[in-house]
């Protein structure tokens, strides 16, 4: 998946209309600033003792350190370059997957999962459907500090370890019957997500527009409809109607709960952005990611006649040392 990433998404992305390239190399680090460059949220105290050993005002220092701030967050190409193997990925993986499974009676009466239970033969393309999802959600998680980090990053651990969990269990008690269905649920509105994700980075605002209204419906009736009158359903009750709980009961419907409340929780983020889609007429951002710093405050002084370009300091009034390194290492040109 990585080599996808880097092979196929990054040469293509900034191709696209509307994706810029990555931006250049960081300045040198500044005073003030931790490990490896990564600007610090100073105190007033000492972001004023900065400016004056700087000869700057002292709003020309926190527009500097707002900007160096924004260059460690993630770039609209690397968002770009993330949604598109994503989207290729879930794309492949969902009709794979309903194509393994379309013949199945058990897909469209889910209570049929429990016939013969646990004597079920193993088809090989369930087999291999099944193996290639593991191992997806088995990069995701180790990859996870490599991609693009999101509010919603401790939500994702949770959901990428039960999810492992889930399958990984599934496989050992011969439940593959049921766990199939979950991943069939999940995958048919993943890749609608990370295509809207990619209509929005390349500013195609009408196709973005409508694959999010269409990416919504088919989450809210997937996760929130079908998998608890579905899935919940029979796992909790039409499994022990005939006979005991299986091997595992408890356990496996306690992470198929977990799973649901994930659903609710992501629900109510698609829910916020459907209001600020309502109120604006237009898809502006996923509220899971981080906002951009705005380059003024209210703090800011309006009639302020010197912004830092690039974390270049300006060219005149008075200077020391400290405001060369803090122009990212670089001193004023002569």
Same mark, same amino acid.
């Given at each position: 998946?990585?080599?996808?990433?880097?092979?196929?998404?990054?040469?293509?992305?900034?191709?696209?209309?509307?994706?810029?390239?990555?931006?250049?190399?960081?300045?040198?680090?500044?005073?003030?600033?931790?490990?490896?460059?990564?600007?610090?949220?100073?105190?007033?105290?000492?972001?004023?003792?900065?400016?004056?050993?700087?000869?700057?005002?002292?709003?020309?220092?926190?527009?500097?350190?707002?900007?160096?701030?924004?260059?460690?967050?993630?770039?609209?190409?690397?968002?770009?370059?993330?949604?598109?193997?994503?989207?290729?990925?879930?794309?492949?993986?969902?009709?794979?997957?309903?194509?393994?499974?379309?013949?199945?009676?058990?897909?469209?009466?889910?209570?049929?999962?429990?016939?013969?239970?646990?004597?079920?033969?193993?088809?090989?393309?369930?087999?291999?459907?099944?193996?290639?999802?593991?191992?997806?959600?088995?990069?995701?998680?180790?990859?996870?500090?490599?991609?693009?980090?999101?509010?919603?990053?401790?939500?994702?651990?949770?959901?990428?370890?039960?999810?492992?969990?889930?399958?990984?269990?599934?496989?050992?008690?011969?439940?593959?019957?049921?766990?199939?269905?979950?991943?069939?649920?999940?995958?048919?509105?993943?890749?609608?997500?990370?295509?809207?994700?990619?209509?929005?980075?390349?500013?195609?605002?009408?196709?973005?527009?409508?694959?999010?209204?269409?990416?919504?419906?088919?989450?809210?009736?997937?996760?929130?409809?079908?998998?608890?009158?579905?899935?919940?359903?029979?796992?909790?009750?039409?499994?022990?109607?005939?006979?005991?709980?299986?091997?595992?009961?408890?356990?496996?419907?306690?992470?198929?709960?977990?799973?649901?409340?994930?659903?609710?929780?992501?629900?109510?983020?698609?829910?916020?952005?459907?209001?600020?889609?309502?109120?604006?007429?237009?898809?502006?951002?996923?509220?899971?990611?981080?906002?951009?710093?705005?380059?003024?405050? @209210? #703090?800011?002084?309006?009639?302020?006649?010197?912004? *830092?370009? /690039? %974390?270049? +300091? $300006?060219? @005149? #009034?008075?200077?020391?040392?400290?405001?060369?390194? *803090?122009? /990212? %290492?670089? +001193? $004023?040109?002569?």
């Amino acid at each position: 998946m990585v080599t996808t990433q880097q092979l196929v998404g990054c040469p293509r992305g900034p191709r696209w209309p509307g994706v810029p390239p990555p931006p250049g190399r960081a300045g040198s680090p500044a005073p003030g600033t931790g490990p490896g460059g990564h600007a610090l949220h100073l105190r007033e105290p000492q972001m004023a003792f900065l400016a004056a050993q700087c000869g700057l005002t002292l709003q020309q220092t926190r527009r500097w350190f707002r900007r160096r701030r924004n260059q460690d967050r993630p770039c609209l190409s690397k968002k770009f370059c993330e949604a598109s193997w994503r989207f290729v990925f879930y794309l492949c993986s969902f009709f794979g997957g309903l194509s393994v499974l379309y013949h199945e009676s058990w897909l469209w009466t889910p209570v049929m999962c429990w016939d013969n239970y646990p004597d079920q033969p193993l088809k090989p393309g369930l087999y291999y459907w099944y193996l290639l999802e593991l191992s997806f959600y088995i990069s995701l998680l180790i990859t996870l500090h490599l991609d693009v980090k999101r509010k919603d990053f401790k939500e994702q651990v949770a959901h990428h370890f039960v999810t492992i969990t889930l399958i990984v269990f599934s496989y050992s008690a011969n439940l593959l019957r049921i766990g199939s269905l979950v991943l069939l649920l999940h995958d048919a509105s993943d890749y609608l997500l990370e295509a809207c994700k990619i209509f929005n980075y390349t500013r195609w605002r009408k196709a973005c527009d409508t694959l999010f209204i269409i990416f919504s419906l088919v989450f809210f009736y997937t996760r929130l409809v079908l998998f608890p009158t579905q899935i919940l359903y029979t796992t909790y009750y039409e499994s022990i109607a005939s006979s005991g709980p299986f091997f595992g009961y408890y356990f496996f419907n306690g992470l198929l709960m977990m799973l649901q409340l994930l659903h609710v929780f992501w629900s109510c983020l698609i829910l916020r952005m459907i209001y600020s889609f309502t109120k604006k007429g237009q898809m502006e951002k996923d509220v899971r990611s981080d906002v951009e710093e705005a380059d003024s405050s @209210d #703090g800011d002084v309006a009639q302020e006649s010197l912004p *830092l370009k /690039n %974390g270049a +300091a $300006p060219t @005149d #009034g008075p200077r020391s040392r400290a405001a060369g390194r *803090l122009a /990212n %290492g670089h +001193a $004023p040109a002569t």
